[in-house]
């Protein structure tokens, strides 16, 4: 009687569901020394003043992306991806990269995609990283499953490349798992399909929902094998264009996302 009762408590503490994954998560990572020291930097970035009393949005978010390049990707990922069933986890897992630095500005209305857009393309940083992006998560029709082969990895991957980009995308809302730069298409006037077609890769994206949907391998700390910390983003970067090219993205969807063309033209 008494080991069962145990052995209730036991399988009630450990559930998922009684757990809050993005609480583990970033516990998981202060343990971490260089995950740990990866966050206090942007953290202290983001939080910092910078001219005129506005957050220094360039250096916050150039640290985002020192902390998903460099950072172990089983522990930086399990922030991002942490799979929540309640607000307060979802709510928690919105304001991992401190967005009102990175993502939105407070008080302002969203600009139209457009803005990002045009800035993504014409920025070294961005460009490849929306284009690996692309290849790795967007709708593929001629693929069995209607999704990049074996994407749901690499388009995590390529998501999380993102933060810190003129791009950067986060969850809307604390009551799901949808995300979206922030940025709408209300004021795209003639290009307002291109407009549609870009926020559509994170709004309507059934292969991104899919892969982060399934994230679901965050395993404690202790039974973690951090082999793979020594590959970072750009490798992995690198990794996507060689294999599948971001040309066979280009040509896959030129015609539907002319914005894209652009990026692949030159
Ligand atoms: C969820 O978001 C709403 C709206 O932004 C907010 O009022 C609420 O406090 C949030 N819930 C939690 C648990 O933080």
């Known amino acids: 009687m008494l080991l069962l009762l145990l052995l209730q408590l036991l399988l009630r503490s450990t559930s998922s569901a009684a757990r809050n994954r993005c609480v583990d998560a970033a516990e998981a990572c202060t343990a971490d020394a260089r995950c740990q020291q990866l966050r206090t930097e942007y953290v202290a970035q983001c939080l910092g003043a910078g001219a005129g009393g506005a957050c220094p949005r360039a250096r916050c978010r150039r640290a985002l992306r020192r902390f998903f390049a460099r950072g172990p990707p089983a522990l930086t990922h399990a922030l991002l991806f942490c799979p929540c069933a309640d607000p307060a986890c979802a ?39 929306l284009l690996a992006f692309q290849a790795s998560c967007a709708p593929a029709p001629s693929a069995p499953d209607g999704c990049p082969q074996d994407q749901a990895s690499r388009c995590l991957r390529a998501y999380a490349g993102l933060v810190g980009t003129a ?100």
């Open 91 to 129: 709510e928690r897992r919105r304001q991992t990269f401190v967005p009102a630095c990175a993502f939105s500005r407070p008080g302002r209305a969203p600009p139209s995609c457009l803005a990002p857009l045009d800035t993504c393309e014409h920025s070294g940083v961005c460009r490849p990283r």
């Open 167 to 266: 791009v950067t995308p986060n969850y809307v809302d604390n009551g799901s798992a949808r995300v979206a730069p922030w940025c709408d298409c209300g004021a795209s006037g003639n290009r307002r399909e291109e407009c549609e077609a870009f926020r559509e890769l994170f709004t309507g994206n059934r292969c991104l929902d899919g892969a982060i949907q399934a994230f679901d391998s965050w395993q404690p700390p202790v039974l973690q094998d951090h082999l793979d910390s020594s590959q970072d983003l750009e490798h992995s970067l690198l990794q996507v264009s060689s294999t599948d090219g971001p040309l066979k993205g280009c040509s896959l969807l030129s015609i539907s996302l002319p914005w894209l063309s652009r990026l692949c033209s030159d």
